[in-house]
């Protein structure tokens, strides 16, 4: 089945930066573009980023374009974003889903941002 679990949130002060994985099973992988959405308490799902299954990054939200950067490793099944410059703004669950796949979520990652 379907499997996508995400890893490396923490609480991190303004400015600081982070970096947060998601490791994917049970389809393949490298055929899939994948995306990073985050949702904060009381707010809408929010698309992050976006990468082709070729490993280009596609697009980012305007609120993180140029602090986050979004990789795969297609030999590990897993997506990465690096995450810099951190706002208090960016505090989230943040999840990682792969594009027409089907409605798959894994269970998030929290980040905190807050001094």
């Known amino acids: 089945q379907v499997q996508l679990v995400e890893s490396g949130g923490d609480l991190v002060q303004p400015g600081g930066s982070l970096s947060l994985s998601c490791v994917a099973s049970?389809?393949?992988?490298?055929?899939?573009?994948m995306r990073w959405y985050r949702q904060a308490p009381g707010r809408k799902r929010e698309l992050v980023a976006t990468i082709l299954s070729t490993g280009e990054p596609l697009n980012y939200a305007q609120p993180v374009e140029g602090r986050f950067t979004i990789s795969r490793d297609n030999n590990k099944n897993t997506v990465y974003l690096r995450m810099t410059k951190l706002k208090p703004e960016d505090t989230a669950v943040y999840l990682c889903?792969?594009?027409?796949?089907?409605?798959?979520w894994g269970q998030g990652t929290q980040v905190t941002v807050s001094s």
């Open positions: 049970g389809f393949t992988f490298s055929l899939y573009a």
């Open positions: 889903t792969a594009v027409g796949l089907g409605d798959y």
